[in-house]
């Protein structure tokens, strides 16, 4: 049997289930760091992109769904594997990995000169799995503590709220980075590893990468196959579990997003007051003089005799004959004018 | 570029020029003189210093035509000896031109249009505001000049601050009395409090705007926290400036901050501050019967609109905090656990990511070159 050139890494069902949580994952932290930042140039920049910050919130929740389903559906996947296949947990997290890690920085660090090997999973890549099984959980939990503030207040004290607030952004934030330190790192910077877009590695990648499992391989040892009677058998028992779990997990995530209208929907209240209410009688702004009392000046009435008469300066304004002449504050004032104060009796 | 070189001084003359007037257009007094009228007041005053005249409308209606020499004389027009012609001009002679209005009220909307002649800038001001809106629309309740200034004796309008108030109470009587009874209302009419807002620090004051708004609502958090972010002023009254960082920093300043920036005419139901805090009627958070300092009464705020909110609910919210040791200490401490896990996780694959990407390097080079001997026995 000539060797292959090419190991088939990951099926086609287990990269687009990668590419269904790279996408949610980057649009989740495009969506939640600029909200986490916000006050910051670009992380406003950024909202107003995307069209606001309610669009921003709809992108971000509707991500944390597609997320949350994806993770079900890793779920029910890995429990077919190990309850019905039966097959060796790989990524189990062991004690060599530690060993491992300690090896890769001594051999870095030129203090050995065996070079780690590795079995299908690398302690790199389990540290990452796990990372991001910690992380969605966490993200699950205090997003929708966040999502669901009245409902989990009547259980949880309030102040879990900012608490989760606070967990979900700094998560998120060692989240990204992780990503981009580790992951970027890893399989795009040490080498470019295709094997998330043509499922395959290369022979080199394998011994480089992988030599136990290669190792492995070579030797003709397979992943155990059961015969299909033992499958079917545990197939009955495992599919309606599954399905029930799954179900409730669906409903979980239903309510999840569903579950709370967390505030009334209309526009804002606004002050109900009447606004013009005058006061009556509108008092009259002065200044800070007191208002003189308003008592008219006692004039004697004019005689009976001057009825008809238009004229009145000819006279008063010399005195001539002995009438009473006009005070000195009358000066310059016509005829048409005296009759406002002086009337006929 | 030419012209400026040519005349240098020409040019620095038209730029004087322009920022003179356009200070002189800024300034708060009359920006041109009143029209030359010959008639001297106590012409006028020889009649109508007499308390008993008045002047009766088509309707009925019989207006005093009483004028108060001593206030008159004692007011700001008065004392700089302003005629009564300046504003009457009309009136040249006796008897008098009839008068066209119908009634009182028709009499002041025909008549408030003179304060242009001298105050062209506030009167343009006014012409933006709510009142010149309404006044538009028909509404011949809504106040002109001479509503809030009076015709004849005009003062100092903030003099005392209280009078401010005082004013906008003659039509809005019911707004005044709930003022009145706020923290703000009660120190500026008990104490004739400087610190405090009277109404037009918040409205406006010739450019008085619609409050109902959805820019009104997004802006006032801003408006508030001009006051409340004032550090020697929130000092005399013990009074954290923390409170605009802290709302902003919480979902509902979060959004309406970014509602502002972004879309500022935009309606949103988020609670800004007066929704908690009281609109005319704010009264102290540490008021023993009302203050939302108590759980029970934040509460019920929270339920205005969250209606199914529980007693824990409010803590949801950490009241303008900052988290700390002793408040919101788990809050604290999810921080300090971050603070710490982040740098150290992080910190740890970057140191092994370089080790290791600082050995691929010099892997490289060397396979590019003869590999020595040690090379050869690795591999």
């Not at chain 1, 004697?300 to 006279?315: D, E, I, M, Q, Y």
């Amino acid at each position: 049997m000539s060797e292959p050139r090419e190991y088939l890494r990951f099926s086609l069902a287990q990269r687009i289930e990668h590419w269904v949580q790279m996408l949610s994952f980057t649009l989740l932290a495009l969506t939640g760091l600029p909200q986490k930042f916000v006050g910051h140039a670009w992380a406003e920049t950024l909202i107003m992109v995307l069209g606001g910050i309610e669009t921003v919130r709809v992108i971000h929740h509707t991500a944390a769904v597609v997320m949350a389903l994806a993770c079900l559906y890793h779920l029910v996947v890995v429990g077919y594997k190990i309850f019905v296949l039966r097959v060796r947990w790989t990524i189990l997290p062991r004690l060599s990995d530690l060993r491992d890690a300690i090896d890769v920085v001594r051999y870095n660090l030129g203090l050995t000169k065996a070079r780690v090997q590795f079995a299908r999973y690398s302690f790199i890549e389990k540290a990452e799995y796990w990372a991001f099984v910690w992380g969605a959980l966490l993200m699950g939990v205090t997003g929708f503590m966040m999502w669901n503030p009245i409902h989990t207040t009547r259980f949880l004290p309030g102040e879990l709220i900012p608490a989760a607030k606070a967990a979900h952004g700094a998560e998120a934030i060692l989240a990204v980075l992780a990503i981009v330190v580790w992951h970027f790192y890893h399989v795009h910077l040490k080498t470019f590893n295709k094997s998330m877009f043509t499922g395959k590695l290369t022979r080199e990648q394998m011994e480089h990468e992988h030599a136990l499992e290669l190792e492995r391989l070579l030797a003709g040892e397979s992943e155990p196959h059961p015969d299909p009677h033992l499958i079917k058998k545990r197939e009955r028992v495992y599919i309606p579990i599954a399905a029930l779990l799954s179900a409730g997990m669906l409903v979980t995530l239903f309510l999840f997003v569903t579950y709370e209208q967390t505030a009334i929907t209309t526009l804002p209240r606004r002050a109900t007051v009447q606004v013009f209410v005058p006061l009556t009688p509108t008092p009259i702004l002065r200044g800070t003089l007191p208002t003189p009392t308003l008592t008219p000046p006692t004039l004697k009435p004019l005689p009976a005799s001057h009825a008809g008469r238009t004229v009145c300066n000819v006279c008063h304004e010399t005195g001539a004959g002995g009438v009473p002449k006009n005070p000195p504050d009358h000066a310059g004032r016509t005829d048409a004018t005296c009759t406002a104060c002086h009337k006929l009796p | 570029m030419h012209l400026r070189q040519s005349y240098p001084h020409l040019f620095l003359a038209v730029i004087t020029l322009v920022l003179l007037s356009a200070s002189f257009a800024y300034a708060q007094g009359p920006t041109a003189g009143p029209p030359s009228t010959t008639i001297e007041n106590h012409v006028c005053l020889a009649c109508h210093s007499n308390p008993t005249l008045t002047l009766t409308f088509l309707t009925g209606e019989v207006l005093s035509a009483y004028i108060d020499p001593a206030q008159y004389n004692a007011s700001v027009h008065g004392k700089v000896g302003q005629r009564c012609t300046t504003c009457h001009a009309d009136i040249t002679a006796y008897p008098h031109p009839t008068v066209q209005a119908r009634d009182s009220r028709d009499y002041s909307l025909q008549m408030y249009t003179v304060c242009k002649q001298c105050h062209a800038h506030v009167y343009a001001q006014a012409l933006d505001s709510i009142h010149s809106k309404h006044l538009a629309a028909g509404n011949r309740n809504a106040a002109v000049c001479t509503d809030c200034h009076t015709a004849h004796y005009v003062f100092n309008p903030h003099q005392p601050r209280a009078r401010i108030s005082q004013t906008c109470r003659m039509c809005h009587s019911i707004i005044y009395d709930q003022y009145a009874q706020s923290v703000h209302g009660a120190a500026l009419l008990d104490e004739s409090n400087p610190d405090v807002p009277t109404c037009v620090d918040c409205h406006g004051v010739h450019q008085i705007v619609d409050a109902r708004t959805a820019a009104f609502r997004l802006k006032s958090p801003q408006m508030c926290a001009s006051c409340h972010t004032d550090a020697a002023r929130m000092r005399r009254y013990n009074l954290s400036t923390n409170v605009l960082n802290t709302y902003v920093a919480d979902f509902h300043g979060t959004t309406v901050a970014l509602f502002e920036k972004q879309s500022p005419d935009a309606p949103t139901n988020v609670a800004v501050c007066y929704d908690c805090h009281g609109i005319h009627d704010i009264r102290s958070t540490k008021d023993p019967q009302t203050g939302i300092i108590k759980k029970e009464n934040l509460l019920k705020v929270c339920q205005q609109c969250h209606p199914d909110a529980t007693l824990d609910f409010p803590s949801s919210w950490m009241s303008h905090y900052d988290a700390s040791p002793t408040r919101y200490s788990i809050v604290y401490y999810v921080n300090l656990f971050y603070t710490i896990l982040i740098p150290l996780v992080i910190g740890s694959m970057l140191g092994f990511v370089v080790l290791d990407a600082a050995r691929h390097i010099k892997e490289r080079r060397e396979k590019s070159t003869p590999p020595s001997e040690s090379e050869a026995q690795d591999e």
